[in-house]
């Protein structure tokens, strides 16, 4: 089993829409869980971090956190052409140094 | 401007030569990381190192080196005996090990032949 694993895209939401990008991790002691977003050819920009169950909000974005069920997610909402990028769900142990990456969920926003 | 700086963009290499990745930050960061990307993969983590002089293999550290001498400076060594060295390599900092968010430089895009 993978230690992070994302819904497989692509994922193509029209304009003005709520995308949703799911991530489940395998290490029950996780304490640290980010979202990066990537354009293409690009490196990766950190968007959101969460540590504590429940949601956290910035802007369109939405982490939502639920460690007894080992999954955070993020929502953008009215999404917009920009948005367009893969999003990378990271996610750090308890007893390690090291962030687990997700293969990334591509997301087309259509205008 | 604080950031993180890698250079070169692109480079092209023959196989069997050694190739180095320069990697700076002016963040003033005790943790730096580098990180290869393959296409449709997540990031795999090479090496990381918490302070000066001191570094710890990743989980695919075969075939690479680094140093750290300098607070500012990481650079990856992609050695002959890298099975499969062309990739995207990026390089990260944050503000201790366990200060978890990580900040990437822009990358660079290693193509051997």
């Known amino acids: 089993q993978k230690e992070v694993e994302q819904n497989s895209g692509p994922l193509s939401v029209p304009e003005g829409a709520i995308a949703s990008l799911n991530c489940t991790y395998s290490?029950?002691?996780?304490?640290?869980f980010f979202w990066y977003r990537q354009y293409s050819g690009k490196s990766p920009e950190l968007i959101m971090s969460i540590y504590s169950n429940g949601d956290k909000e910035d802007g369109r974005f939405t982490a939502q956190l639920n460690k007894a069920s080992q999954y955070v997610s993020l929502l953008i909402r009215d999404s917009q052409p920009s948005d367009s990028a893969t999003y990378l769900c990271?996610?750090?142990?308890?007893?390690?140094?090291?962030?687990?990456f997700g293969a990334g969920t591509t997301v087309t926003v259509r205008a | 401007d604080g950031g993180i700086t890698q250079s070169p963009k692109y480079l092209f290499r023959k196989e069997g030569q050694n190739v180095t990745l320069s990697c700076e930050q002016n963040?003033?960061?005790?943790?730096m990381y580098w990180y290869r990307q393959d296409p449709g993969q997540g990031l795999r983590l090479i090496y990381y190192s918490q302070i000066v002089n001191d570094f710890q293999k990743g989980d695919i550290a075969e075939g690479y080196s680094v140093s750290r001498e300098k607070k500012e400076s990481f650079p990856l060594t992609v050695t002959s005996a890298q099975k499969n060295p062309t990739a995207f390599y990026l390089c990260?900092?944050?503000?201790?090990?366990?200060?978890?968010?990580?900040?990437f430089g822009p990358g660079t895009r290693l193509t051997v032949t």
């Open positions: 990260a900092s944050s503000i201790k090990v366990r200060d978890y968010e990580q900040y």
């Open positions: 290490d029950r002691v996780s304490q640290s």
């Open positions: 990271a996610v750090n142990g308890a007893n390690d140094y090291k962030l687990s």
């Open positions: 963040l003033n960061h005790d943790a």
